[in-house]
T-cell receptor, first 112, second 112 residues
């Protein structure tokens, strides 16, 4: 079945270092979404990418959607302790039925 | 605008019992999705409802069921609970499904 994979599963960085998480889908996606879940919290929507090769920035966060619309990445420049959490990518399931398939997530720990 | 509300926040049940979880979506949202989150499995899609109709179902046994009411509120039921059902159950709403999801705080279910 359709799968969305994320790597790495965990990442520990020193505050100020950069961080990147990668997302790969087994099928072409019409769009990809990114969510952040803080420890003890619930996932919160960050962004949606729709176009092939699209790049969007939110302050220190840069999101990319691959040319083939099967992969995506999230890059954080100069991490801060507030970036701690788990980052999920998600893509629509087959058919237009409101199903989102989530990657396993990348948990980011930032050492001050 | 009130967010997605899930009740109860915590539940402790024993094996063999059944449980009903409730979700009130954001006003105006007609799509409600349910996800199971466990540390090892990430966010697993359970089902999605739109205008009282189940549009999609994940790979869960028939013990997991749900419904949506005319006011878009949704409930999910798990019968004959098993230890492996212990998880955080998240409800998410969106306008029509497939776009930006708004998650509730979840119901933490522990099966003893």
């Amino acid at each position: 079945g359709q799968q969305v994979m994320q790597i790495p599963q965990y990442q520990h960085v020193q505050e100020g270092e950069d961080f990147t998480t990668y997302c790969n889908s087994s099928t072409t996606l019409s769009n990809i979404q990114w969510y952040k879940q803080r420890p003890g919290g619930h996932p919160v929507f960050l962004i949606q990418l729709v176009k092939s090769g699209e790049v969007k920035k939110q302050k220190r966060l840069t999101f990319q959607f691959g040319e083939a619309k099967k992969n995506s990445s999230l890059h954080i420049t100069a991490t801060q302790t507030t970036d701690v959490g788990t980052y999920f990518c998600a893509g629509p399931g087959s058919g237009n039925t409101g199903k989102l398939i989530f990657g396993q997530g990348t948990t980011l720990q930032v050492k001050p | 605008k009130a967010g997605v509300t899930q009740t109860p926040r915590y539940l402790i049940k024993t094996r063999g019992q059944q449980v009903t979880l409730s979700c009130s979506p954001i006003s105006g949202h007609r799509s409600v999705s349910w996800y199971q989150q466990t540390p090892g499995q990430g966010l697993q899609f359970l089902f999605e409802y739109f205008s009282e109709t189940q549009r999609n179902k994940g790979n869960f046994p028939g013990r997991f069921s749900g419904r949506q009411f005319s006011n878009s509120r949704s409930e999910m039921n798990v019968s004959t609970l098993e230890l492996g059902d212990s998880a955080l159950y998240l409800c998410a709403s969106s306008l029509a499904g497939g776009e930006k999801l708004f998650f509730g705080s979840g119901t933490q279910l522990s099966v003893l």
